[in-house]
């Protein structure tokens, strides 16, 4: 039996880790950080967020493809900052070697360009850093910085939800950049982990067209979502919470979608609980939407694959999945 902190992964440390962070800053918290304009008359507020691609780089160096780990790290920033309800607007990237690679960091940054052209951003700058001797041969890091911009009446922070309203979910286009430390370890062979290996680099979704045309559509219709969850590390269990009051939680319909047949695969081989599977990835869920009942059918509509998976509920501030 394999378990993700078997595989190296303490995810209650990494959050015990969080929780100090957010004693130290009022600012720190939710999925991106806000910093209101006093310019603005705080009528708006500079979003931002950051994250890497993490060892899903492995699979990248195992199979020498480069061309799409920039589309992850690009949606793994502007992914968060939507949950705020913020418009994306520039991205800074940082890309660290041991020995730069000419054609190899061409591809990179196509990638990162095609993820700004999908995350509706402007590749703003960033860093190139050549380090020799820090990196193994053929190794690289990336990091992304995603700034964007929302009006403060149209944040989404989840005060408005209330017990009652639906949950709806976007599909996922696979694991994105998440439980790859967990999934490496089930594929421990290499030749099996370059069997898998194509199907594991399926870049991340982005959802910010996604979100867009949601939100324009419910609006619409006297509508709009009420709180955004990106589901990344630690699963729909970790994730929902952060953006539902405190006095509430959500219940959860597993069975109301199909979960990508790869995880069900990787769960075989490696004889992982069902509790780590929902509590390391993302199941074929990659965001959640949060609206009113009288909401979904709209939604359901606009967005191909969206599936009813859930409500809220009151009580502890935890998911029950069914």
């Known amino acids: 039996m394999i378990t993700y902190k078997k595989s190296g992964v303490d995810i209650k440390l990494a959050d015990k880790f969080t929780e100090f962070l957010q004693k130290k800053s009022k600012a720190i918290g939710g999925f991106a950080g806000l910093m209101p304009v006093k310019e603005t008359r705080n009528e708006y507020s500079i979003v931002a967020s950051t ?146 290996a194509k199907t594991l680099l399926t870049p991340t979704k982005i959802y910010v067209k996604d979100v867009n045309r949601l939100r324009a559509a419910l609006r619409r219709q006297g509508h709009d979502v009420l709180a955004l969850s990106h589901i990344t590390g630690s699963g729909i269990p970790g994730n929902l919470p952060r953006v539902l009051p405190k006095n509430m939680g959500a219940v959860v319909d597993t069975g109301a979608w199909q979960v990508p047949a790869i995880m069900r695969e990787i769960q075989e081989l490696g004889d992982i609980p069902e509790a780590d599977m929902w509590d390391s990835f993302n199941m074929g869920i990659g965001m959640i939407a949060a609206m009113r009942p009288a909401a979904v059918k709209t939604a359901l509509r606009t967005l191909k694959g969206a599936r009813l998976i859930g409500e809220v509920v009151k009580g502890k501030n935890e998911v029950v999945l069914k």
Not at 129 to 137: S, T
């Open 51 to 196: 994250d890497g691609v993490g060892t899903k780089l492995k699979l990248a160096f195992l199979l020498d493809r480069h061309d799409t780990i920039g589309i992850d790290l690009v949606a793994m920033c502007v992914n968060d900052l939507v949950c705020c309800g913020a418009r994306p607007m520039l991205f800074l990237d940082y890309y660290a070697t041991g020995k730069l690679d000419l054609a190899r960091s061409k591809k990179i940054i196509a990638g990162i360009m095609e993820g700004c052209r999908q995350g509706e951003s402007v590749l703003l700058g960033g860093e190139t850093a050549e380090m020799p001797g820090f990196y193994q041969k053929g190794e690289y890091d990336l990091a992304g910085f995603s700034v964007g911009i929302v009006k403060n009446s149209e944040l989404l922070d989840g005060r408005k939800v209330r017990p009652g309203d639906a949950l709806v979910g976007l599909p996922s286009t696979g694991f994105h950049s998440n439980g790859f430390s967990l999934v490496r370890k089930v594929l421990d062979d290499r030749k099996l982990l370059k069997e898998y």
